[in-house]
């Protein structure tokens, strides 16, 4: 029986380097790939695309009301392998379609995903991914703070700011020219967080560590 594999990494963690490398690997063995991009991901238009300038044209660009066993149920039984980009923007059905594919279809299911939004949150996909994937690895290219440190949350900038409030999802796909993703260690992460009136400011007011 197949099984749904789930990858994350932060911001610039060569997430989608990896991806494209994974599907050459599969077509250079006879194998169809089927890859799915959220559709909520304008970035790139109907192509993923790396840092590295390493572009495919994207199989399915799945909407969020979307059924992929409705829809796509065709295009996934006559492929060998499943590959979803951004997995963080697919919905709690979505993933547990894409589980119940590898499951009944015997289709491998590989996602790959960030991990936590620009408020230190789980997407909503990440999470269900984390719950039901049978295989959870972290990249190995490692992303980097701006301190040197290794990089393991996402920060959100606007006209060169930290922020920490807003909607979840803003694309800087070219259209938002004032917002822009920068990966973060924790220890950065949290400094910044807490010089906003975040929920860390306030924990940290009414605790005894603001003491120290």
Not at 7 to 17: L, P, V
Not at 98 to 120: H, R
Not at 154 to 161: I, L, P
Not at 163 to 177: A, C, K, N, Y
Request: contains cysteine.
């Amino acid at each position: 029986m197949a099984k749904m594999t789930s990858f994350f990494s932060a911001m610039s963690g060569g997430k989608t380097t990896v991806l494209l490398q994974v599907c050459f690997n599969y077509e250079l063995h006879q194998k169809k790939v089927l890859l799915i991009k959220p559709k909520i991901d304008t970035k790139g238009g109907k192509e993923v695309s790396s840092r590295l300038n390493l572009t495919r044209q994207v199989d399915i660009l799945l909407a969020k009301e979307d059924s992929l066993l409705v829809s796509y149920f065709e295009q996934i039984r006559q492929s060998d392998v499943i590959v979803i980009d951004e997995s963080q923007f697919l919905t709690s059905e979505q993933v547990k379609e894409l589980w119940a594919i590898s499951k009944e279809l015997d289709k491998p299911v590989l996602a790959f995903c960030l991990k936590g939004n620009f408020q230190g949150e789980l997407f909503l996909g990440t999470q269900n991914l984390l719950a039901l994937s049978d295989k959870i690895e972290e990249l190995p290219v490692l992303p980097i703070c701006s301190c040197g440190k290794k990089a393991v949350h996402n920060a959100r900038k606007v006209n060169g700011k930290f922020v920490f409030e807003g909607e979840e999802v803003v694309i800087d796909d070219g259209t938002h020219q004032d917002v822009e993703y920068v990966p973060i260690c924790g220890q950065c992460f949290y400094e910044e967080m807490k010089k906003q009136d975040t929920g860390i400011a306030r924990i940290m007011a009414r605790s005894r560590l603001s003491n120290y």
